[in-house]
């Protein structure tokens, strides 16, 4: 088994990777494939949480990267999917706990035992963010629709370009942009940047747009990805149509939206 | 209705698409930010050529090669500065 190595990143904090590495992770194992989700946020660690699996951390990847834990000890395997596996950050350490040789080697044990390696980076573009991108077949861009989050996600992009393995063996990196946090109704007026401003500035391809919802909140609370949480809502549906692109499907990209409830249809009827 | 939706709404000032705004500021700013990146890429590269030529005849090491770009108004400078070993 090879396993692609996908990163989530996005350089600007709070935009959604860590939201996201769950729902793509765990609607990739829906489908059938074997998942690792990997928190690269040493001491910063919020997937575990996101995923409902803070209270079963034993070891993490820094105690694995400095050989003080073995790699089968330190998996986390979900209790609703069994393809779906969690590698846990350090809550002590800090960042720079983690070696690049030890990075490697924890990654190239993961590459021979999943379809799936998703390595979900802390925000900045620092030394953690670059271990966090550096293994990656395929990169994938968090933006929300905003200046400072597409700044930021135009810094993360030269660093794919440089600072990657892949990058310095002269190939391409594979980048995807996943636009999160949208809201039709005030790109419509004019409020928000449109799905087609962010991708032409950026000039990457677009793997999906999530809209705003409630459900993000509702699951992370619950310590559910989106996906299994809610898999009916928008959000759900829209994670769900850019994992099948991921994985090779040639699925449209649209902008799924909750249903109005009645009331509210009404009520817009009346007012209108 | 209408009426009342007209008298509640904010008349101030005309609506502004902002979103035109962000876009344009953005174009304006990752274009500047792309040339200093290409800037420094061309840098290290010609840093990396100018020491492979220099070193087939003396030996020097890389710190004492510089190279610098002065980006005027209207002219572009390269300095190239090497330090020989007597």
Same mark, same amino acid.
Request: hydrophobic residues 45%; proline residues 4%; contains cysteine.
């Given at each position: 088994m090879t396993a692609k190595i996908l990163v989530m990143t996005s350089?600007?904090?709070?935009?959604g990777k860590t939201t996201s590495t769950a729902a793509l992770g765990a609607a990739l194992a829906r489908s059938g494939k074997s998942v690792a989700v990997v928190d690269f #946020?040493?001491?910063?660690?919020?997937l575990d949480l996101v995923m409902g699996a803070e209270r079963r951390v034993v070891f993490d990847l820094v105690q694995v990267v400095q050989g003080t834990a073995k790699l089968s000890q330190a998996m986390i395997r979900d209790k609703r999917l069994e393809t779906l596996w969690l590698l846990a950050a350090s809550l002590?350490? #800090?960042?720079?706990?983690?070696t690049a040789d030890g990075v490697a080697k924890v990654i190239g044990e993961l590459r021979e035992k999943f379809d799936w390696v998703i390595c979900d980076s802390p925000a900045g573009i620092d030394r953690g963010a670059v271990l966090a991108m550096r293994h990656a077949d395929v990169a994938v861009l968090v933006v929300n629709p905003e200046v400072s989050s597409v700044r930021d996600s135009d810094r993360v992009i030269g660093l794919l370009d440089s600072k990657t393995e892949k990058a310095e063996r002269g190939e391409a990196m594979e980048k995807h942009l996943l636009i999160t946090r949208y809201d039709p109704a005030r790109a419509g007026k004019g409020e928000m940047l449109t799905i087609n401003d962010v991708r032409d500035i950026l000039a990457v391809p677009l793997l999906g747009v999530v809209p705003e919802s409630r459900d993000v909140l509702r699951a992370s609370n619950s310590g559910a990805p989106v996906t299994l949480g809610y898999p009916a809502g928008a959000a759900a549906r829209a994670y769900d149509d850019a994992m099948r692109r991921l994985a090779g499907e040639d699925v449209p990209v649209t902008v799924p939206t909750d249903a109005t409830p009645l009331l509210g249809k009404l009520f817009k009827r009346k007012a209108a | 209705m209408n009426l009342l939706r007209w008298i509640w709404s904010?008349?101030?000032?005309?609506?502004?698409?902002t979103a035109a705004v962000a876009r344009e500021r953005l174009t304006v700013l990752l274009a500047h930010e792309g040339m200093r990146r290409d800037e420094s890429d061309l840098l290290s590269r010609l840093q990396a050529g100018i020491m492979a030529a220099i070193q087939r005849q003396v030996a020097v090491q890389p710190g004492q090669v510089q190279v610098e770009i002065h980006r005027g108004p209207s002219v572009t400078t390269l300095a190239i500065e090497i330090e020989i070993p007597a």
């Amino acid at each position: 088994m090879t396993a692609k190595i996908l990163v989530m990143t996005s350089g600007k904090g709070g935009v959604g990777k860590t939201t996201s590495t769950a729902a793509l992770g765990a609607a990739l194992a829906r489908s059938g494939k074997s998942v690792a989700v990997v928190d690269f #946020d040493v001491g910063l660690r919020n997937l575990d949480l996101v995923m409902g699996a803070e209270r079963r951390v034993v070891f993490d990847l820094v105690q694995v990267v400095q050989g003080t834990a073995k790699l089968s000890q330190a998996m986390i395997r979900d209790k609703r999917l069994e393809t779906l596996w969690l590698l846990a950050a350090s809550l002590t350490h #800090d960042k720079d706990a983690l070696t690049a040789d030890g990075v490697a080697k924890v990654i190239g044990e993961l590459r021979e035992k999943f379809d799936w390696v998703i390595c979900d980076s802390p925000a900045g573009i620092d030394r953690g963010a670059v271990l966090a991108m550096r293994h990656a077949d395929v990169a994938v861009l968090v933006v929300n629709p905003e200046v400072s989050s597409v700044r930021d996600s135009d810094r993360v992009i030269g660093l794919l370009d440089s600072k990657t393995e892949k990058a310095e063996r002269g190939e391409a990196m594979e980048k995807h942009l996943l636009i999160t946090r949208y809201d039709p109704a005030r790109a419509g007026k004019g409020e928000m940047l449109t799905i087609n401003d962010v991708r032409d500035i950026l000039a990457v391809p677009l793997l999906g747009v999530v809209p705003e919802s409630r459900d993000v909140l509702r699951a992370s609370n619950s310590g559910a990805p989106v996906t299994l949480g809610y898999p009916a809502g928008a959000a759900a549906r829209a994670y769900d149509d850019a994992m099948r692109r991921l994985a090779g499907e040639d699925v449209p990209v649209t902008v799924p939206t909750d249903a109005t409830p009645l009331l509210g249809k009404l009520f817009k009827r009346k007012a209108a | 209705m209408n009426l009342l939706r007209w008298i509640w709404s904010d008349r101030r000032s005309p609506p502004r698409a902002t979103a035109a705004v962000a876009r344009e500021r953005l174009t304006v700013l990752l274009a500047h930010e792309g040339m200093r990146r290409d800037e420094s890429d061309l840098l290290s590269r010609l840093q990396a050529g100018i020491m492979a030529a220099i070193q087939r005849q003396v030996a020097v090491q890389p710190g004492q090669v510089q190279v610098e770009i002065h980006r005027g108004p209207s002219v572009t400078t390269l300095a190239i500065e090497i330090e020989i070993p007597a």
